[in-house]
């Protein structure tokens, strides 16, 4: 189940991990909606489904969940002409893929793997702060080894791991700042 | 071999073995410490996919280790230049300053003995095995570190000490490092076979 920890999640709507085969590993959104709601939130804790439609906060859920679908296209059309212009010098590939998309409050921005596991964030049009986005990914990519050094981990299978959960609502929250 | 019987203070005169422990360290080779964390993840999570059994897989380390143990013994004593003890006490810091030191690189304290020396608890920090582990629940009883208690086991038994080794304590299971109990059950005499065997 998603937990609010009661900090400002504000800018950061939402974080999705998705792998080669374009199959999520983990979708963390944050909608802001959400956050108004913390103490109804902890009262349906006592329901079995981490995504339970339930309250305003699912609505927004669905729409970060499609905007990520979207942002896949978006990525995938990215890599493609990467793909051809960096054909004669491949040690040049970039994994921060920059602004995939801007759409209704929300701005998507994408980042790719070397083994095409792809990175995408939702941010909040009004606050994003793009300085702080590439680091992000950074921290996420460093997170996401951490995991894979874990024996215990299916490469991709969808993520359960406590410590990464954590990790990725800790640096959500610093992002906020 | 009887342990006399000491004051606690025996356990801050740990800074000649300690010295061993860096000086040995020093000496043996080294690996990249991600390729055993690695390739240890690889051993267990391989043995969990064959027994099914949580159990019988910590029988397996502890098995496995018992055979490195029996072995690296005699690399230890020999490259580690200690003297033999006299007393349990002087064993558990060996074990503890000199021998984890060598070939964990850890830092391991004796945290607690019997008076008679016989029963000891080994703690430490920053288990290079466990780095970046997590326990899946349906192995919350899994003792990861297991192997470490074989080879402690092993090793005591190739000098005659006959003994029960236990993991008490791992950072995956919420605790801040590692703890090991070792018990010395018996001491068994030296036995010369005849030469016509």
Known sequence: TMTMMGENYAKLACVAVIGKQNEPLLVESFPQQRQQQQQQQQQQQQQQQSKALTADGSEEELRLFFHVHTALDVLEEKLAANRKSHASNPSARELFLGLLFSVEDFRVFGYVTNTNVKFVIVTYMSSANEGAIKPFFRQLHEEYLRLLGNPFYKINDPIESERFLKSIRRMSARLTR | ?197
């Open chain 2, 1 to 197: 071999k009887q342990a006399l019987a000491r004051q606690p203070e025996v356990m801050s005169s740990s800074k000649p073995y300690a010295r061993l422990g860096d000086v040995a360290f020093d000496k043996m080779e080294k690996i990249n410490a991600e390729l055993l964390t690695m390739t240890y993840g690889a051993l267990v999570t391989q043995l969990i996919k064959d027994y099914q059994d949580v159990g019988m897989v910590n029988q397996e380390l502890e098995k496995m280790g018992y055979n490195i143990g029996c072995r690296l013994v005699d690399e230890f004593l020999a490259k580690s230049n200690v003297d033999s003890c006299a007393t349990f006490q002087e064993t558990a810091l060996v074990i503890a300053k000199v021998a984890f030191k060598m070939f964990l690189g850890v830092n391991c304290d004796v945290t607690s003995q019997s008076s008679d020396g016989r029963r000891f608890d080994l703690y430490f920090k920053d288990n290079p095995l466990t780095q970046f582990v997590e326990l899946p629940p349906k192995c919350a009883d899994l003792d990861y570190s297991n192997i470490l208690c074989g080879v402690v086991r092993g090793a005591l038994q190739m000098v005659q000490f006959v003994s029960e080794v236990k993991l008490t304590k791992s950072e995956l299971k919420g605790d801040t490092g590692t703890g090991i109990r070792v018990t010395i059950k018996e001491v068994l005499k030296e036995s010369y076979k005849d030469d016509d065997e």
